[in-house]
């Protein structure tokens, strides 16, 4: 048998969220008994601290089904990037080497050293 007992990391954390639940339960006993010496009466103070434990489930459970939203968000948006084709086409899907510069509408013969075109001819 050892001769130290030692307490376990998850006995350890079940005492401190232990401490932590009997302080929360304190503390509305506190604000319950506090709203009573300021004239409500007891069941009006209890409907009062449960409307208030009701919204702040509520605005917990609304961040967390938007933080779920933006999570799966960023998963598909991080699938569709990876699953999307890599190299250098343009947004038609046409390759670079594909591209020819003289489609471009303010192609001019005389900014590129490149072969004739038949379009530009000089007579």
Request: proline share 3%; glycine share 10%.
């Amino acid at each position: 048998m050892k001769h130290t007992a030692r307490m376990t990391t998850a006995a350890r954390l079940g005492r401190w969220l232990g401490g932590v639940w009997g302080g929360c339960l304190r503390a509305e006993r506190r604000v319950h008994q506090w709203l009573m010496a300021q004239g409500v009466p007891a069941g009006g103070a209890a409907v009062l601290i449960w409307g208030v434990k009701l919204a702040t489930l509520g605005v917990l459970l609304y961040i967390a089904v938007w933080t779920a939203l933006l999570l799966v968000a960023l998963f598909v948006a991080a699938r569709m990037a990876e699953q999307a084709p890599q190299g250098d086409d343009d947004f038609l899907g046409r390759k670079a080497e594909e591209l020819d510069h003289r489609e471009s509408l303010a192609y001019d013969t005389i900014n590129y050293s490149d072969d004739p075109d038949p379009r530009f001819e000089d007579d």
